[in-house]
């Protein structure tokens, strides 16, 4: 018998057919219907991930890596206190997050900007929300020399494994080498990090042909997701992220908060408040949302999305101020029903 769900909205009735939508999604994608994009806007299709994360060839996969990679990652001495560890800001219960607004490091400080998940890091090349690392190696070592975070310096950080013989030993196991380096710390934590990638969530089971694996709202979410809600724009491929940057009008400029986000690497005037689309992957799990963590829900950010996200206009001393930051044109008012909102979240929570 087919399931047919009948909508009143204020203005019309609809019908959603979900055994043809389930059936649709269980092809291969080039069976969809096509997504609602902009021109201009190239796409890569949404997937399940692949069933092996990819390793860069100058920094292949191997289990000892992993091994000594997650050691360090837990380890507090990389820190100046002895206190504080990678672990401690990304912790496996918060999605590899800390669940925090924004994160304490040392003596409490407070940064400016809330954890990212580091379960997709094998995904996309810059890392940070402006894109400051150019590589996964290269960003490992920058929180240990970060005065807000672990207050240490790489070198030194380098010069107290040597003095420890378990890690001698490990990265004799990893590297063929005692000789400890910063340059293998950030190599062996950055080949940890890429195993983190999630394997069996809903979404990815459902993709791979089990039929089962998700329920009637959460395919038609998947749908609102790829259409009328117009995400597939900047959230898309395996890792729901196009690795590019865009300003959803959260930069608060020229107030206390102001964050100029990917101006701050570039210098050029149209990234003025562009932050890097984060990977959708493990969402449930990341809150609170966005570069500062203003969304304690995930509900507060499809609310603002559906409302078009925000267009902040220039008072009159910033009426010629070439910096002042401007709005994403992908961004629109969607106009979703409130059942299509919960829809799009609990295909969300597939993920
Ligand atoms: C004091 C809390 C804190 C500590 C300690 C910390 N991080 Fe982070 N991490 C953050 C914050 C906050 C961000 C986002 C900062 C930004 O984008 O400017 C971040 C971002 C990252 C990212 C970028 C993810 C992406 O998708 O771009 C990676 C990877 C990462 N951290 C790994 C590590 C590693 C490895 C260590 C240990 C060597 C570490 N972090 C220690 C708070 C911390
Ligand atoms: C114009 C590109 C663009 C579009 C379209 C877009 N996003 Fe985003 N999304 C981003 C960027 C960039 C951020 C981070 C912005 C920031 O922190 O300032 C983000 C952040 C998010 C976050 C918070 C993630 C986190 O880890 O904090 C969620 C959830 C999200 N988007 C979901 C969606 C959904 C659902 C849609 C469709 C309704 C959508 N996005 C449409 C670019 C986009």
């Not at 402006?130 to 672990?150: T, V």
Request: charged share 25%; with cysteine.
């Amino acid at each position: 018998m087919k399931k047919i769900l009948m909508l009143i909205s204020t203005h019309f009735l609809f019908a959603i057919d979900f055994d043809a939508l389930r059936e649709m999604y269980l092809k291969d994608s080039i069976y969809w219907e096509k997504p609602l994009i902009d021109e201009r806007v190239e796409y890569e299709e949404i997937n399940a991930l692949p069933s092996t994360p990819p390793y860069p060839a100058y920094n292949p996969y191997s289990q000892s890596k992993v091994e000594l990679g997650k050691k360090l990652f837990n380890e507090p001495k990389l820190s100046s206190s002895n206190q504080i560890a990678c672990a401690t800001c990304h912790d496996r219960e918060f999605g590899f997050g800390d669940g925090r607004k924004l994160s304490y490091g040392h003596d409490r400080a407070i940064g400016r900007r809330n954890a990212q998940s580091v379960a997709m890091s094998a995904f996309g090349v810059e890392k940070f929300w402006d894109g400051r690392a150019k590589n996964l190696e290269e960003q490992a070592l920058m929180p240990i020399e970060d005065k807000k975070e672990m207050a240490f310096d790489a070198d030194s950080a380098a010069k107290k494994l040597n003095g420890i013989l378990e890690y001698k030993i490990l990265f004799k196991k990893a590297f063929g080498t005692e000789n400890i380096t910063k340059e293998l710390i950030g190599q062996a934590i950055a080949t940890y990090e890429r195993s983190l990638m999630p394997k069996n969530t809903k979404f990815d089971r459902f993709m791979r042909g089990n039929s089962k694996a998700m329920n009637d709202k959460e395919i038609w979410g998947l749908h609102i997701f790829r259409t009328k809600a117009r995400c597939m724009n900047c959230h898309h491929g395996v890792a729901f992220s196009d690795q590019k940057y865009h300003n959803l009008g959260l930069t608060y400029y020229g107030r206390k908060f102001e964050d100029l986000g990917r101006y701050l690497v570039t210098k050029n005037i149209d990234d003025v408040g562009a932050f890097k689309t984060p990977s959708l992957r493990l969402i449930s799990q990341t809150k609170p949302y966005m570069h500062n963590g203003l969304f304690p829900s995930l509900k507060g950010v499809l609310n603002a999305y559906n409302a078009g996200m925000f267009h902040p206009k220039p008072n009159d001393n910033q009426k010629n101020d070439i910096l002042f930051p401007k709005t994403s044109p992908l961004l629109h008012k969607l106009n979703l029903t409130t059942e299509e909102l919960d829809a799009l979240e609990a295909f969300l929570n597939t993920l």
